[in-house]
């Protein structure tokens, strides 16, 4: 039993009563105020005896008596029964007995007595109530350290009643705060120098702790009655003081609580336990030895989810303004927002951290931010922590180098031992990323400039879903030349791309972003499979470069499901069938880009039914010096028949398996063929230039428009077709072409002619007799624009028609 000073309120006695399990008695644990024990306190107390101090702990509600009533209460007592409230008291102390604990679990009882007079009053009572909250809440703390030793909760540790302690009253309309001295002296300010305003004193609080201190004077974000705010103040040795903060609301005439009860006090149980520095000690030990980035992730979600009990960890660098993922947990995208789902498909997830108002705050103040709950959260935010989110910014070298997310799905209440956590860990990680970039700033390099020349995002597809995978290699610090693209292409095709340039240097990753950029525009324009692969084989030639690449290039009719294949040394594609199984097509193939300047490159056909998975992929995921090419290809057929193509993500995450070790770049493109509902319905019409050639264009279409069952915007269609031939036969040269497509309901109008010159929308003058065509074709469709062909351009419109089984 431990003895030390004691004043609150009016008490100057305070004596802890706890009930070990199983016994039937309550033991004296902890006196404060009765240092040469005058008073005489008994060591324990019979729970069956009737006392103050065993009618609280049975009835759970505190008992309090006056002077006079303590007399009545001794009279009452029968004198076979010990008295334990008299005992050698004066007799104008009063009394309060206040029980500890929950009533499903109580833990023991706080007896305090002091002359206060007529009894402790209304306000002296709820402050004193919080303080016995502030006591259990270290006798839990106290009990959960001694469990399974044989000893009690007051022998070891801090003590149970604060040695230091005070109270305060707030008025909320105003925001003034009366602080006795004992508080002021917890918060080092001295008592002539206080201002009576809140911010004063919240100004003395360790920074990552101010948001939680904030919900006492925010209005309705008042905490529950009883409910302990802690935190930390730096005493002025630089020591941190660790300190309870408890409020109760006194409601006024309108409901509205007029004024707020609150204790402040010592709350060193709180400090963090050996268990919690050997954490950050062994984190400060791995990250010390990590030379990744992505080694760095790893160490610090493992070094979190566990003593945290988190629902998903985000770590993301800040790289000018935007925000780059290096790790998400749990790794299935379909745990996180959509926003974050989004930016899933790459190996560099990132986002402009502007569209982030809660990080770039965090990440501007340099201060951790803890929400209990998602309300108030931008939407990209919210599914990461819907019962709890921390932001946490990680500084090194004096900025923000990125920032660090912990979120919980149940309702979380932070702990000072987590925010304590997380500010040490926030330091670590910093400082570990910036060592890791500074020993790895070439290989970093060379990453930012294959990032930047591989597509951000996929396009979406109408009849299938396209996803790609790329990672690069973990040995080595130079980048390689692989790539994909997927290139939506006219009347409802689709071109996929995947390729590989030889070696593993800046040079590479350079060779790469020319040869994607040249495969895109040849097959923009229209060109059919083997002349674009033939194309860009002779400007490989042409750049008079050692490298060479391969590739492989697959254009998919999404209507008819029809594709056509062009090799050029590269792997030949892989198909899973609805059914499951797996086959891998014969490709015929060219030799790789860039070896013989009149290489010829075939096609070969092939049929994609609905619920089909389309594979291509680079050498990086089949072969190793570990792993034979027919061993791994085998390896990716038998994980394709086994995975579900309803998430063709989820597959492609499953192809790469762990990644850990790499000796080559993977790049992984996978397409699901759905086919699409409703098949098109195409015609053309060869313009001959005579003079009136625009006449029998608009009866060609009306004719046409008729037949597929288009009424209602056939005036409309005819004018668009009016003023693109118009404009077709007036300032070109060369054959034109009226096409018109009908796809559900959308009516596309193009006309292709022999000038590569797009057409320019022209200022025309309000007294102009000519020159409105465009202005027109703007006004009455829904989008409009060229694109350029083999030899020309085209020019087309969309206009929104009734389908025709709804006329």
Not at 142 to 165: M, N
Not at 308 to 318: S, V
Not at 344 to 367: I, K, V
Not at 766 to 777: P, Q, S
Request: with cysteine.
């Amino acid at each position: 039993m431990t003895r030390h000073d004691f004043a609150f309120c009016g008490a100057e006695l305070a004596a802890v009563y706890v009930r070990a399990e199983g016994d039937d008695e309550l033991r004296l644990a902890e006196v404060a105020g009765d240092r040469g024990g005058t008073y005489g306190l008994p060591s324990a107390v019979a729970l069956s005896g009737r006392s103050p101090a065993t009618d609280a702990f049975r009835g759970g509600r505190a008992v309090w008596l006056s002077p006079a009533e303590r007399a009545a209460y001794d009279t009452a007592v029968p004198d076979s029964a010990p008295r334990h409230v008299s005992g050698s008291w004066p007799a104008s102390f009063s009394v309060g007995a206040i029980p500890l604990g929950q009533a499903a679990r109580p833990l023991g009882c706080l007896l305090v007595a002091g002359d206060v007079g007529n009894g402790f009053d209304a306000d002296r009572r709820g402050l004193l109530e919080l303080y016995a909250d502030q006591v259990a809440a270290g006798l839990e703390a106290a009990t959960a350290r001694t469990a399974g030793r044989a000893e009690t909760p007051g022998a070891v540790g801090h003590p149970l009643v604060p040695l230091h302690g005070g109270a305060f009253t707030l008025t909320p309309a105003t925001g003034a705060l009366d602080a006795d001295e004992r508080m002021l002296r917890l918060l080092g300010v001295a008592p002539g120098e206080f201002d009576g305003r809140a911010e004063t004193l919240l100004a003395r609080a360790v920074p990552d702790d101010v948001p939680a201190l904030m919900e006492l004077v925010e209005p309705g974000k008042l905490p529950a009655a009883g409910t302990q705010l802690a935190f930390r103040v730096r005493r002025p040795g630089g020591e941190l003081r660790w300190l309870g903060v408890r409020c109760r609301p006194c409601p006024g005439t309108g409901g509205a609580p007029d004024r707020i009860l609150g204790v402040v006090a010592d709350a060193a149980y709180l400090r963090p336990t050996s268990d919690d520095v050997a954490l950050v000690q062994e984190l400060s030990a791995r990250l010390a030895g990590a030379t990744t980035v992505r080694e760095v992730s790893r160490l610090v979600v493992a070094a979190l989810r566990g003593p945290l009990g988190a629902d998903r960890i985000a770590l993301a660098e800040l790289k000018a303004d935007r925000l780059f993922v290096t790790v998400l947990d749990p790794p299935d995208h379909h745990a996180w927002p959509r926003t974050w789902q989004s930016e899933w498909r790459s190996e560099w997830p990132d986002a402009a951290y502007h569209a982030l108002p809660t990080l770039q705050s965090a990440l501007r103040e340099g201060h951790m931010s803890l929400w209990s709950s998602a309300g108030g959260l931008e939407e990209g935010l919210r599914g990461i922590g819907p019962g709890g989110l921390a932001v946490l910014p990680l500084p090194a070298e004096g900025r923000m180098v990125g920032v660090c997310l912990v979120g919980w799905d149940e309702p979380h209440t932070f702990v000072p031992e987590e925010r304590s956590l997380l500010t040490a860990v926030a330091g670590l990680v910093g400082q570990a990323l910036t060592r890791a970039h500074a020993l790895n700033a070439g290989h970093e390099l060379a990453t930012m400039l294959q990032r930047s020349l591989l597509p951000r995002k996929l396009p979406p597809l109408p009849g299938g879903v396209a996803v790609a995978r790329y990672l690069p290699a973990t040995r080595g610090l130079e980048v390689g030349g692989d790539w994909y693209d997927v290139i939506p292409l006219a009347d409802g095709h689709v071109a996929l791309v995947i390729g590989d340039v030889q070696g593993h240097s800046a040079g590479a990753a350079t060779i790469m972003g020319q040869m994607r950029t040249a495969v895109r525009a040849y097959a923009v324009e229209g060109h059919p499979p083997d002349v674009v692969m033939a194309r860009a084989n002779r400007l490989l030639v042409g750049m008079e470069t050692d490298l060479f690449a391969t590739c492989l290039y697959v254009d998919l009719d999404m209507e008819e499901g029809e594709a056509r294949f062009v090799r050029a040394g590269h792997l030949p594609p892989l198909l899973r069938d609805p059914d499951g199984t797996t086959r891998e097509p014969v490709v015929e193939g060219g030799p790789p880009l860039g070896v013989v300047a009149d290489a010829e490159f075939p096609m070969t056909e092939a049929g994609l039914v609905p619920g089909t998975l389309l594979t291509l992929l680079t050498d990086g995921l089949v072969e190793s010096a570990q792993l034979s090419l027919e061993d791994g290809m085998a390896r990716v057929r038998a994980a394709l028949a086994a995975a579900d193509p309803a998430d063709p993500g989820r597959v492609a995450d499953g192809l790469l398996g762990d990644g850990n070790r790499r000796d080559d770049d993977v790049a992984v493109l996978l397409l699901r063929y759905d086919g699409t509902p409703a098949r098109a319905r195409r015609t053309h019409w060869t313009v001959w230039r005579l003079p009136d050639a625009v006449q029998h264009a608009r009866r060609f279409t009306a004719r046409t428009l008729r037949a597929w069952g288009v009424r209602e915007e056939v005036d409309v269609a005819l004018l668009v077709v009016s003023e693109l031939v118009t404009n077709a036969i007036a300032h070109t040269k060369g054959e034109v072409r009226l096409n018109l497509t009908l796809s559900g309901d959308r009516l596309r109008v193009s006309v292709n002619d022999a000038s590569p010159r797009s057409p320019v929308k022209p200022q025309v003058e309000w007294d102009a007799t000519g020159g409105r065509g465009l202005l027109i074709v703007e006004a009455t469709t829904a989008a409009w624009g060229a694109v350029p062909l083999s030899g020309g351009k085209q020019v087309w419109a969309e206009i929104p028609v009734t389908p025709p089984d709804e006329t």
